[in-house]
């Protein structure tokens, strides 16, 4: 399989590893650095092969050299549930006589089988297509409705546990995840909330990755501050942790709020209920939580929602009113 997309994407197709190690074995994966960690534990997955697309491997010369090394492993068949071009050229380049992709990809006179790609439905089932399933959310093998799942390991949920002890943080605690690649996903009210919630004596963790280390921090003092000094108390695990111990740390809280980004579907994974604030994107693109105790909170009439499949950088209306205008006591009620 070749899943060089986002974060988020990728532990969304962890369901169609497992459908396709069911069928063929466990799988190798080309990824990306940032999603590697994820994937080199799973239980479909056999080996990982890291391709820094935007890094060191960037432009043609490093498509080809990986291209080179996956031809020399023989591999009889490549999956390709990102439609991009890089990931269609390094299949046919590799070698692979059958490639299997979605039939509206750009590239899709590359593969050898195009597959309709459903247009409703939660991506889970939609990637689940690839591997002859319906759609619906069954597969074409009999198997039961998927899951998405992460491979932590002991040594993850260990350092999850440290983190908290050192930082005195008990059960029960509410995790918030403010950031997005995407500016506009960015709901700005995580302050205020991590205000009222220490007000209201909560722990609040605020978890993300090194990038989310700044916007982190300014939550933190927000409810470090004089309007959340009441009995909780709050602390930063943005970037302390490497990702599967950040995903370890995510299972251990009561619920996540979170934007339409990658720890939503980091959560999901881990069992923890979300709140999760959709502005510029909306719920039925096929990327929102499916629990039974989860919540999803938007404007609830704003005709220019939504504007694109993944929210802009900045609001091209320039007032970002789809998430200026979700209140603080909104989410406060979701989180319960
Ligand atoms: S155009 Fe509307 S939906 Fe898009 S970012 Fe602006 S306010 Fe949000």
Known sequence: MVQTAFLGDVVLTTPLLVALAERHGPVDVVTTPA???????????????RYDKKGHEAGLPGLRRLAATLRAEGYARAVLPHRSWRSAALAVWAGIPERIGFADA???FTYTERVV??????EVERLLVLAGGTGNGERGTGATAPTVRLGL??????????????????????ALAPGSI??????????????QLVGGGREVVVVGGADDARLAEEVVAAGSGERGAGSG?????????PLRASAALIARAEVLVTNDSAPLHLATATGTRVVAIFGPTVP????????PRDRIVEHPGLDCRPCSPHGPARCPLGHHR???????EVVLEAVG
Do not use: N, Q
């Not at 999603?35 to 092969?49: C, F, G, I, N």
């Not at 009210?189 to 991590?194: D, Q, T, V």
């Not at 039925?284 to 629990?291: E, L």
């Open 35 to 49: 999603a590697a960690a994820l994937l080199e534990t799973h239980p479909a997955v056999r080996r990982v092969w």
């Open 106 to 108: 750009p590239a899709r």
């Open 117 to 122: 790609r459903p247009h409703g439905g939660h």
């Open 153 to 174: 390991t002991d040594e993850d949920r260990a350092a999850a546990e440290r983190w908290l002890a050192d930082h005195g943080i008990g059960p029960g605690f509410v």
């Open 182 to 195: 995407w500016g506009t996903k960015r709901w700005p009210g995580y302050g205020e909330l991590a205000a």
């Open 233 to 241: 108390r709050i602390a930063s695990a943005a970037g302390a942790l």
């Open 284 to 291: 039925a693109f096929g990327f929102g939580p499916r629990g």
């Open 322 to 328: 789809c998430m200026r205008e979700v209140g603080v």
